[in-house]
């Protein structure tokens, strides 16, 4: 079966190669004429870390079960490491390339591996809570919010007002918190 790389649409003219294991036929047809794919420089060409890096904006892989364990343990050890030489452990442990930053792995730790944060839905009671802040503090500041909500991080307060605002300012939150209101189109 043919594509035609500039409409889409199906060439039924062909049978498809069902030898062949891939589901693009060998030779493809484009405006400029056909060529012949090498499948196998291909696939070599996808496996390479430059390549993996070229299509993935800012390079980073996935955290994986073993990295968020030593982060873990790193943090709960009774010396105190800073961000920076976390990484560097991180890296002698996981080699990564590029390799995780200190401010990478704070933020690993923040929002994602932090027992402290509950990373469940909200209650009314939480949400009942954030609104009494919000009318105390009269301020915008996410992490002077969060401060007063164990349990919940800045970027979770940051984006549970975002969500709803609409509920916060008609239960008495300042009008001005609209601004921050998002959208699914955003």
């Not at 105190?80 to 080699?95: D, N």
């Not at 919010?145 to 300042?174: E, T, Y």
Request: with cysteine.
């Amino acid at each position: 079966m043919n594509y035609n790389v500039y409409s889409l649409d199906k060439d039924n003219s062909k049978q498809q190669d069902q030898s062949h294991p891939c589901a693009f036929d060998e030779v493809l047809d484009c405006k400029y004429g056909s060529y012949q794919v090498d499948y196998e420089q291909y696939y070599q060409q996808l496996n390479t870390l430059e390549y993996q890096f070229s299509n993935n904006q800012k390079g980073y892989q996935c955290w994986n079960k073993k990295e968020d364990e030593l982060l873990y343990s790193m943090i709960y050890q009774n010396e105190k490491y800073t961000w920076t030489q976390i990484a560097e452990s991180l890296q002698k442990v996981v080699p990564r390339h590029p390799p995780r930053t200190g401010l990478i792995c704070s933020q690993r730790w923040n929002r994602v591996v932090n027992p402290q944060f509950d990373k469940g839905k909200w209650s009314l009671k939480e949400d009942q809570r954030l609104l009494r802040i919000i009318m105390q503090t009269r301020v915008a500041k996410w992490s002077l919010i969060a401060l007063q909500m164990p349990g919940r991080s800045d970027v979770q307060v940051r984006h549970r007002i975002r969500w709803h605002c609409d509920w916060f300012v008609q239960n008495g939150a300042p009008q001005e918190y609209l601004k921050y209101k998002q959208t699914k189109e955003q």
